[in-house]
């Protein structure tokens, strides 16, 4: 009776490991509508380049190039045009993992956006712990909070300096990085109107803010 019960629970394990979903299945069931530049097909042949060892590009339906250059298990990077990319990151939960989608629009300074799933697809109203440093609405107070979020004044610089440097950081905008490796997330201020040496100057008052995933939610570190 032993052995019967050790059988079964042998057979079960492969199947169970194999309901499993990984990144490359995620890719395949996203929904046309949340990357209009890639249908099945078109996100299915980037899939067979990586297994084919080969640079993972095709023509998009915009006749644009759209690249994947990173595939793991649980996560995935694609320029899907010259001023656009896709990060998606599968995050453990309790119940039903969670996708996170961070889309990066550049022009040439980069703005990213934050959106969560379910592994059906099914959109998530929850910021999971990333009040503050997700899509703004466009009010003078969030973009406040923000410039107030990622930037620290040094003590060697005085309080007036401090506040003409953020005065050079118009309009607001902050991207996002999602680490291929562990369940990370970065958050950082895009510069997009300074000369050069007004950023080397913006250097000394910039702050990144990172992210980890713990018990089904980001927290900073």
């Not at 309901?19 to 509508?33: C, F, G, H, I, V």
């Not at 905008?173 to 999602?178: I, P, Q, R, W, Y």
Request: charged content about 20%; some cysteine.
């Amino acid at each position: 009776m032993k052995k019967l019960a050790f059988i079964l629970i042998a057979l079960c394990v492969p199947a169970l490991a194999g309901a499993q979903l990984s990144m490359r299945d995620l890719w395949l069931s996203m929904p046309d509508s949340l990357c209009t530049c890639l249908d099945r097909n078109l996100r299915t042949e980037l899939l067979d380049f990586v297994d084919m060892g080969v640079k993972a590009e095709v023509k998009n339906r915009m006749n644009g190039q759209s690249t994947m250059d990173t595939l793991t298990a649980d996560y995935t990077r694609v320029h899907l045009s010259e001023s656009s990319a896709i990060q998606l990151k599968l995050l453990p939960a309790q119940a039903d993992s969670v996708v996170c989608m961070v889309r990066t629009f550049s022009a040439p300074a980069s703005e990213s956006f934050v959106s969560f799933f379910s592994t059906s697809w099914q959109p998530i109203a929850s910021d999971f712990g990333l009040s503050g440093v997700g899509v703004m609405q466009g009010t003078d107070a969030e973009a406040s909070a923000l410039l107030d979020a990622f930037t620290e004044r040094p003590d060697t610089m005085s309080e007036s300096r401090f506040q003409e440097l953020k005065k050079l950081i118009d309009p607001v905008m902050v991207s996002a990085s999602l680490s291929p490796v562990h369940p990370e997330i970065t958050f950082s201020l895009s510069i997009p109107v300074a000369t050069a040496e007004e950023k080397q100057q913006l250097s000394a008052i910039l702050v990144q803010r990172k992210y980890k995933w713990e018990g089904g939610r980001f927290n900073k570190y």
